[in-house]
């Protein structure tokens, strides 16, 4: 009998464990106020921000330092000497976790810090000139290096994302676009903005810089109550008093080392050529201006007007996730000066814009390319073209996107123009009375379809003295067709000006162009053409 009692004791125990240990899991409280970095946005599916070119953070920034390293005699004396180019104004505390990310950050993880240094010093002068004009410590620019070590391109695996690691959520409450085109979290201007904004709103609510930074990591609803139920008058003793509260409202580990991380960041900034970083290059910061790129405008045409590689452009761009602009509204791009002449030229032509029917769609199972092309009726190659894709696989769950009917014929016009320029110059036939692209196809042993996509041709429809390339396999018989295209396309008539004449009369005459004549006949403006003299014109 007493055993069984036992039994049923234990048991119950372990019912009473279990269900403390489940209710432990969930210890944000109801209406608690979300940060920056804390809670992730689940309107937003994961696959949104799925891009290829998207990194994760660094692990130096999760990693937290058991034992401080022992700092050498010139580490010491670094610590009491100052010159960085940032007025630092915040009062700079010694606690045995500064120390720690102090010892950290110049030895195991000095090779990592020294990246984040490169990184961040085309935005620096940025970021200080920002925090200047909204009169706040310019010890403020040291955050992102806590953050994501000044990364634009960083995801955090909670959903956070770029230099200063927004949420969605808080993003878009700070004036942030973050949808499938766009997401300005990675944009290092507006972002930097958005933080200011944002700062400044959590000091007004503490009156105390590392209280605010502490709600910029936990959630300004967090702090509060911490503050609230421990009576702490700032960051330091509130940590100290941490243990006094329950497990709902206790600091998290990464929030109670957020501050001391900063510090420690601050003073190796503070002397980095101390303690053998090198110097940061203040007039190296990045000079670009913005321009309003419209809706649905080609944004890998745009960098090839600019001669620039997308990849480059994407450098000064990292908040576009597309090669296209969203086609509901103007958004803001970053170009180096001396483009901007040529930007500014491409975005006045409407050739800039052939995108602006776009659709996104969700990629089903069973779909394929040739699938989704021929319900939509869209090219497969222009439907790979828009999306960047030269991969035949695709995976359910994505997302492509699909060209309207406006953007599709702009594409495919652009395309068949393309083909059919291509044609002429290696044309080797010429369309008889009589002759159907059925007979030529069979003569030349190519099929229909073949001879249509070679050419461009939309239809069957020929006309006679049409040029046609025909496309073959030999080497023989590829010599024998350039040889066919060459005397097509180059029948020399000598012309013999006659009274009255002048170049625009001769090109009239003959349906070219006045620039060719000149060309062929090594003329400029300045030339005189008298009666008699022969002219040489390559009719078409």
């Known amino acids: 009998m007493k055993s069984l009692k036992l039994f049923r004791l234990v048991a119950l125990m372990a019912v009473f464990i279990l269900f403390a240990g489940c209710s432990q899991k969930n210890t944000t409280p109801e209406n608690e106020t979300v940060s920056a970095t804390q809670i992730s946005d689940s309107t937003v599916a994961e696959s949104e921000f799925s891009d290829s070119d998207t990194e994760v953070l660094d692990p130096e920034l999760e990693n937290t330092p058991v034992e401080p390293e022992k700092l050498s005699p010139e580490e010491q004396k670094a610590l009491l000497s100052s010159g960085s180019g940032i007025d630092f104004g915040l009062d700079v505390h010694d606690t045995k976790e500064v120390q720690q990310y102090f010892g950290y950050f110049n030895h195991k993880a000095r090779k990592t810090f020294t990246r984040w240094l490169k990184r961040a010093e085309p935005f620096l002068p940025y970021i200080r000139e920002v925090l200047s004009k ?10 992102p290096f806590a953050e994501s070590g000044y990364n634009s391109m960083a995801y955090s695996r909670a959903g956070a994302a770029g230099m200063w690691q927004f949420m969605p959520f808080t993003g878009r409450k700070f004036g942030l676009r973050v949808d ?40 300004e609803g967090k702090i509060g109550r911490a503050l609230k139920k421990t009576g702490a008058e700032d960051f330091f003793d509130l940590t100290k008093k941490n243990y006094k509260l329950s497990r709902r409202y206790r600091l998290r580990a990464e929030t109670k080392n957020y501050v001391p991380k900063f510090i420690a960041i601050s003073k ?26 419209p809706g649905g405008t080609d944004l890998l045409a745009l960098a090839k007007a600019c001669n620039m590689k997308w990849s480059d452009f994407h450098t000064y761009n990292p908040h576009f996730r597309r090669q296209v602009s969203p086609p509901d509204s103007a958004i803001t791009a970053y170009l180096p000066l001396h483009v901007m002449a040529d ?42 073209s828009v999306n960047n894709r030269k991969s035949n696989l695709i995976k359910p769950g994505q997302f492509i996107m699909i060209p309207g009917k406006g953007s599709t014929a702009s594409l495919y016009t652009r395309q068949v ?31 229909v379809n073949t001879l249509k996509r070679s050419n461009g041709l939309r239809s069957s429809r020929l006309k006679i003295g049409q040029k046609l390339y025909i496309p073959d396999n030999s080497a023989k018989s590829s010599k024998s067709s350039k040889a066919k295209a060459e005397s097509v396309n180059k029948q020399l008539v000598k012309y013999k000006v006659r009274r009255g004449d002048n170049l625009s009369v001769i090109a009239r005459r ?24 022969r002219i040489k014109v390559y009719v078409q």
């Open 417 to 447: 123009t393309k083909t059919r320029r291509t044609a002429q110059s290696r044309a080797n036939y010429r369309v008889r009375k009589g002759d159907t692209l059925w007979d030529i196809a069979s003569r030349y042993k190519v099929s």
């Open 343 to 384: 930007a500014s030229s491409y975005l006045a032509s409407p050739r800039s814009r052939p995108f602006a029917g776009y659709r996104r769609y969700k990629i089903k199972r069973g779909d394929s390319w040739h699938r989704i092309a021929n319900n939509n009726r869209v090219p497969v190659a222009v439907l790979k």
């Open 510 to 533: 003959f349906g070219v162009r006045v620039s060719s004549l000149m060309k062929w006949n090594s003329l400029n403006s300045r030339s005189i053409i008298r009666p008699g003299d």
């Open 180 to 219: 499938w085109w766009v997401d300005q979290r990675r944009d290092p201007f507006k972002a930097t903005h958005a933080a200011v904004e944002y700062l400044q709103i959590l000091h007004e609510m503490f009156g105390d810089w590392y209280l605010a930074l502490a709600a910029y990591n936990a959630g």
């Open 134 to 143: 909204n009169n706040m410590p310019q010890d403020l620019a040291m955050l």
């Open 268 to 293: 190796i900034f503070k002397n980095l050529e101390p303690l053998g970083f090198e110097k940061i290059n203040w007039d190296n910061g990045i000079k670009v201006e913005s321009v309003e790129v």
